[in-house]
Every structure is written in structure tokens, then in C-alpha cells.
């Protein structure tokens, strides 16, 4: 199979969506730091370019963060390259572990939300390069993480605000506020 990449700008002017036609990962795995990404290959790789500053991998696609002082023009042909090169060489994005899959847990309420965020808000935030999770509901409000491009995006507050929030509002009533916990 030929792998194909391909780019597609996300609304956080520092993080690229670097696409594939392949599907990488079932999930998603964030690696902020260069010390994070120990236990995978493919991200190690790619922290080992000066310019990266993030990495982040959902389905088919790898969103990487560059730093302030680098250049998409300059910095992109170089990362699409290797991009094909380590898939084609079937890095692994995460070393096995015998980690199982967490099922959505919680009272009714928790699950409620964790299935709307999952079902409603992920696709649409991986659409952008990103990824959230749930954290946590009490007191009316829920507490989520936003990562990949999501992560400092200066569009992710609307997004939250008035996006996920109206939304969970919308479908359960007890839902009074959503904040984002900064990592």
C-alpha cells in the first residue's frame, strides 16, 4: 500500500494536521513534552527535530506543534516526508502495554456526558487536530481536557463556551458550566 500525506491547516496557527491514509491508532495519544513521548517510537522520532514542540496522534492523522521561531514553509516538506517514511516503516505510536480501554463510568449523569462528548464533541474537535477528554462533573459543572492542536488554540474557548457547553446543556439539564483544565 502507498502511503499518501497530505496537510490540513487547523485553527491553532502553531500545530499542522499531518493526514494519512492509513488508520494509525484507535484513540488518541498526546506526547506535550519530548519526556513524554519515552515509550513511543514515532514521537521520539519526531521530537528529535528542533522544531517540534508537540505531538499528537488520532485515527488517521498526526497533528505536530512547531516551535515560535520555525517556518511551516520552511519545516513542512521535511515532516511529511518522515511522516510517510515512519508509517511506511510501521513505527509504533505506543509500545504495548497490557492497558485495556476504559468504559465510560460514573453516575447516570457522568456517563450521559462522557457518551455526548465522545459520540458528539470528539469528532468534531479530531476534525480540527485535537482531542478532548472528560475530567470530571460536580457541582453542575464539567471539567474537560482539551489536547493536540485544541491545547493553547486561541478559538478552543469559544469552542468551548459556546459550542460543547450549549450542547451538554441542551441534552442534560444539570449542566450548568464547562471549563477546560490547562495542562
Keep these: 500500500m502507498t502511503i499518501n500525506v497530505y496537510t490540513e491547516q487547523t485553527p491553532n496557527p502553531a500545530t499542522m494536521k499531518f493526514m494519512v491514509n492509513k488508520l494509525l491508532i484507535n484513540g488518541s495519544e ?9 515509550h513511543s ?3 521520539k522520532e519526531l521530537f528529535k527535530f528542533n522544531f517540534v514542540n508537540g505531538v499528537f496522534f488520532a485515527s488517521n492523522f498526526v497533528t505536530i506543534t512547531k516551535t515560535e521561531d520555525a517556518e511551516w514553509a520552511d519545516i513542512e516538506p521535511l515532516l511529511k516526508e518522515f511522516v510517510k517514511g515512519a508509517v511506511e516503516s510501521e513505527y509504533k505510536i505506543k509500545e504495548e502495554t497490557n492497558e485495556v480501554a476504559a468504559a465510560f463510568e460514573g453516575t447516570d449523569i457522568e456517563i450521559k456526558i ?32 482539551l489536547r493536540g492542536s485544541c491545547s493553547g488554540c486561541p478559538s478552543s474557548t469559544i469552542t468551548l463556551k459556546s459550542g460543547i457547553q450549549n450542547l451538554l446543556q441542551r441534552m442534560v439539564p444539570e449542566v450548568k458550566e464547562v471549563v477546560s483544565e490547562a495542562l
Design 114 to 145: 462522557q457518551q455526548i462528548l465522545h459520540d458528539y464533541v470528539r469528532p468534531a474537535v479530531e476534525q480540527d487536530g485535537g482531542a478532548i477528554s472528560y475530567k470530571s462533573f460536580e457541582e453542575g459543572v464539567v471539567t474537560v481536557e
Design 30 to 38: 498526546d506526547f506535550a513534552t519530548k519526556e513524554s513521548a519515552e
Design 41 to 43: 517510537p514515532f514521537a
